[in-house]
């Protein structure tokens, strides 16, 4: 192997190098470009803006989320200052965020015909597909596309010549409030992602992959990719030795403690309750999750990485715990109230794609429950809870998950023509827990 091939930075450039001359010069109508958690997937879209934009070629950038949008607007407008930037936004009165206000550069309007003649304009998927437009735009980039259903592309395809897709195939599918499954299998399956149907109709399109995250650590970085991206395989930025997390108080012998002290060692850590059928918003299970948060801070911890040479403390800020549902993420919060904790980010799984903390906790969307439903299992649920982090992981789930899924095997029907997900939730969720188990600290409150 050379040199070359080792190096991550450097197969990161070759692989975005391909994404952009085949975004500015291929001649297929778009582009696929598939991202592993913490890829470098919003640098990607800022980057191809701008070089688009300094070719002269206009661009509409979109989005899922006004929040997403709007971190792309400060990110160009941080990148190039003096590049005029239009932010297309619906009439609500917080439809964006009023710091763009502050950036000179930056036009924002409900009318698309007031941002006309910018080099870039961004919105949501949503806001554009109210959109009216005599000539369409030459380029498009879809960020989060993966995230977008197949009937959001249509309403918008005809705005643009040629389209940039970018998007994690491993994260939560769209939402749809209706089943879906009378079109199941179908090339036109409305509920199917944007990429999914666009790949269906136009097999030919350029596809291109990240291969390097600069998120997950060299600790979690293996286990996500072989769980979850089995066909798209990709390695860590950095290396064993290149972040460590360290604690100023020693553990006071306790199950959080002790989950605590194995995750700042190997990366995870399963803190494991008695086997027992509880409620959603099992509170033994909140508290103790809420009690590993509690020691986290308490411990004084500090976090070495490739970013700084200096130890960055472990604050309130850089720790999130993530749920399944809302109820327990409600019942987290409470719990942490209670411990005197406030400022730590607890939400779903939904809620928390595409954000980023130094050490995440989660509670085990299986823990406690008599059954293994689908939304469950679903696969990208689990990916999503198990690569937020850049330093360490501790799940909190009762004892007996893997005899659940034993019990519970995946019995969903085979739809002819529908692209198989490998491995689905039932083989991911074993994959993981039984990494998790060589990081396990039994606990009984």
Known sequence: MTTVDVDPGAAAARATDAILRDTLDATERGVVVDSPPGAGKSTLVV???LELADAGRPLMV???TNAQVDDLVLRLAEKNPELPVGRLHSSDAEAYDKALDELPQVRTSAKAADLAGLPVVLSTAAKWAHVKVDEPWRHAIVDEAYQMRSDSLL????LFERALFV?????LDPFAIVGSEQWAGLSYDPSASAVTTLLAHNPGLPQHRLPVSWRL?????PLVSDAFYPYTPFRSGTGPGDRRLAFAVPSDGSGPDRVIDEAAATGWGLLELPARHTPRTDPEAVRAVAAVVRRLLDRGGAAVSERSPDPAPLTAARIAVGTAHRDQAAAVRSALADLGVFEVTVDTANRLQGR????TVVLHPLSGRPDATAFHLETGR?????????????????EGVSDLLDDYPSTE???LGTLVKFPDGWEANHAVLAHLAEHRVRWRP
């Not at 998007?167 to 994260?171: A, E, L, M, R």
């Not at 980023?356 to 050490?359: A, F, G, M, R």
């Not at 850049?390 to 789930?397: G, K, N, Y």
Request: net charge positive; aromatic share 2%.
């Open 47 to 49: 980057r191809a803006a």
């Open 62 to 64: 979109v989005a899922q």
């Open 155 to 158: 309403a918008v395809a005809g």
């Open 167 to 171: 998007g994690d195939p491993g994260q």
């Open 217 to 221: 650590p060299a600790s979690a970085a």
């Open 356 to 359: 980023e903390y130094d050490v």
């Open 382 to 398: 689990l990916c999503v809870l198990a690569s937020r982090h850049r330093h360490a992981c501790i799940v909190v789930c009762r």
């Open 413 to 415: 029907p085979v739809q």
